[in-house]
């Protein structure tokens, strides 16, 4: 698993590089990426190019070596521009967090020097949200070979690209529950089966995928044959329900800012009363930075405990996702509401904000599945039931 602890160059380099991408590439797309779906591969080739896609890998291969908080940043600042472009870095930030741990090094330094972008291929029609639960088969073909059988039903960049972290059944059916392996982009046999016209999101490329007779070398097993879940619990479950929560966290914010311009900026002509002068409109727009910034502390809570170590830190990790998208979609509807009319026009990113935030609710592991960890955890159960390993 990559260090959650900072100790590379330094974060203030990070934001300087991270804001000539945004301002250069990222902010000028991201209303063309939503209203046409179409992934945002500009914007990720020049967060490549920055080095702002090998942050996460070790030095030792090229990369800058830093930890979960400044990656949970730049996820954040992506959000609260283009929440396409910041679900594609997501992606490759968690599955960069399995190759750090069980990939190899040629690939590991492919993803430090900006030049290879990897995502998760997890979820499966079998199994749907139950990412823990995969349907999708490997065979032993002969020793040095591998057949992977699988209809993947969303894939962030499915596509785009250049490798999958990709779970299936184990090869030993009594191995364990799940095995991983990095599945190369040009593998005879993996194919996109389908397109995505979604709600929001709509430039992450979050299509199905079917591998069909998909053959791999034997080595492309990342981990164990069977070690694949507690791979994904341990070394991937961390960064992808943090850097969720920073995603959350950078649409709500950018929401309320924006709201905030708005009440200022517009007046009633027949008043000269600007929409902040109402002490109703402020106090809606008060609780709205109140359950913003309180998921921001939490978040920062939640960091530190996986820091410092703290016996509450694997707690706090499967609370910060639940409570972040449930945060930004009230935040998001809030300020729907309190922007009337005008927040339905496109210009002014509010429903873009608004559509981009109902993902979280329902990305694996979903709300519901997440207040089920938690209340497992806090009775002294299991995370997952033993039929489900």
Request: hydrophobic share 45%.
């Given at each position: 698993m990559t260090s959650t602890v900072d100790n590379a160059q330094s974060t203030p380099d990070v934001a300087d590089t991270l804001g000539a991408v945004i301002d250069e590439v990222i902010r000028p797309q991201a209303a063309s990426v939503d209203r046409e779906g179409v992934f945002p591969r500009s914007g990720v080739d020049a967060l490549g190019a920055a080095g702002l896609l090998g942050l996460a890998s070790s030095t030792e291969v090229g990369g800058a070596g830093h930890g979960m908080r400044t990656v949970a940043e730049v996820v954040e600042r992506l959000a609260a521009e283009c929440g396409s472009t910041a679900m594609v870095v997501l992606m490759h930030y968690a599955a960069t967090a399995v190759i750090e741990a069980h990939g190899p090094r040629?690939?590991?330094?492919?993803?430090?020097?900006?030049?290879?972008?990897?995502?998760?291929?997890?979820?499966?029609?079998?199994?749907?949200?139950?990412?823990?639960?995969?349907?999708?088969?490997?065979?032993?073909?002969?020793?040095?070979?591998?057949?992977?059988?699988?209809?993947?039903?969303?894939?962030?960049?499915?596509?785009?690209?250049?490798?999958?972290?990709?779970?299936?059944?184990?090869?030993?059916?009594?191995?364990?529950?799940?095995?991983?392996?990095?599945?190369?982009?040009?593998?005879?046999?993996?194919?996109?089966?389908?397109?995505?016209?979604?709600?929001?999101?709509?430039?992450?490329?979050?299509?199905?995928?079917?591998?069909?007779?998909?053959?791999?070398?034997?080595?492309?097993?990342?981990?164990?044959?069977?070690?694949?879940?507690?791979?994904?619990?341990?070394?991937?479950?961390?960064?992808?329900?943090?850097?969720?929560?920073?995603?959350?966290?950078?649409?709500?914010?950018?929401?309320?800012?924006?709201?905030?311009?708005?009440?200022?900026?517009?007046?009633?002509?027949?008043?000269?009363?600007?929409?902040?002068?109402?002490?109703v409109t402020r106090r809606d727009l008060a609780r709205l930075m109140i359950r913003t910034h309180a998921l921001r502390a939490f978040l920062g809570d939640t960091l530190t405990a996986l820091e410092t170590g703290r016996d509450d830190a694997m707690l706090r990790v499967l609370q910060v996702k639940a409570l972040a998208g449930e945060t930004v979609a009230e935040v998001t509807d809030g300020a729907m509401q309190l922007c009337g009319g005008s927040a339905f026009r496109k210009e002014l990113g509010l429903e873009r904000r608004f559509r981009d935030s109902r993902a979280a609710r329902v990305m694996a592991p979903t709300t519901d599945a997440l207040y089920d960890f938690v209340g497992r955890v806090a009775t002294g159960l299991p995370l997952l039931d033993e039929a489900n390993r």
């Amino acid at each position: 698993m990559t260090s959650t602890v900072d100790n590379a160059q330094s974060t203030p380099d990070v934001a300087d590089t991270l804001g000539a991408v945004i301002d250069e590439v990222i902010r000028p797309q991201a209303a063309s990426v939503d209203r046409e779906g179409v992934f945002p591969r500009s914007g990720v080739d020049a967060l490549g190019a920055a080095g702002l896609l090998g942050l996460a890998s070790s030095t030792e291969v090229g990369g800058a070596g830093h930890g979960m908080r400044t990656v949970a940043e730049v996820v954040e600042r992506l959000a609260a521009e283009c929440g396409s472009t910041a679900m594609v870095v997501l992606m490759h930030y968690a599955a960069t967090a399995v190759i750090e741990a069980h990939g190899p090094r040629e690939v590991r330094a492919a993803i430090a020097t900006g030049g290879h972008l990897t995502t998760l291929a997890f979820s499966e029609y079998g199994s749907r949200s139950h990412f823990w639960s995969p349907t999708g088969t490997a065979t032993a073909t002969d020793e040095d070979s591998v057949r992977l059988d699988a209809r993947k039903s969303w894939v962030t960049s499915a596509g785009e690209a250049t490798s999958y972290v990709w779970s299936s059944l184990p090869l030993s059916r009594d191995a364990g529950p799940m095995t991983l392996w990095l599945v190369p982009a040009d593998s005879a046999g993996l194919t996109v089966t389908g397109s995505f016209d979604g709600l929001g999101l709509r430039g992450n490329g979050s299509r199905p995928m079917t591998a069909d007779g998909l053959r791999i070398p034997s080595t492309a097993m990342m981990a164990a044959d069977g070690a694949g879940l507690d791979t994904a619990l341990g070394a991937v479950l961390p960064w992808f329900l943090v850097l969720n929560a920073a995603f959350c966290l950078g649409l709500a914010d950018s929401a309320v800012a924006e709201a905030g311009r708005h009440l200022t900026a517009t007046t009633l002509t027949h008043t000269g009363a600007a929409l902040r002068d109402a002490p109703v409109t402020r106090r809606d727009l008060a609780r709205l930075m109140i359950r913003t910034h309180a998921l921001r502390a939490f978040l920062g809570d939640t960091l530190t405990a996986l820091e410092t170590g703290r016996d509450d830190a694997m707690l706090r990790v499967l609370q910060v996702k639940a409570l972040a998208g449930e945060t930004v979609a009230e935040v998001t509807d809030g300020a729907m509401q309190l922007c009337g009319g005008s927040a339905f026009r496109k210009e002014l990113g509010l429903e873009r904000r608004f559509r981009d935030s109902r993902a979280a609710r329902v990305m694996a592991p979903t709300t519901d599945a997440l207040y089920d960890f938690v209340g497992r955890v806090a009775t002294g159960l299991p995370l997952l039931d033993e039929a489900n390993r």
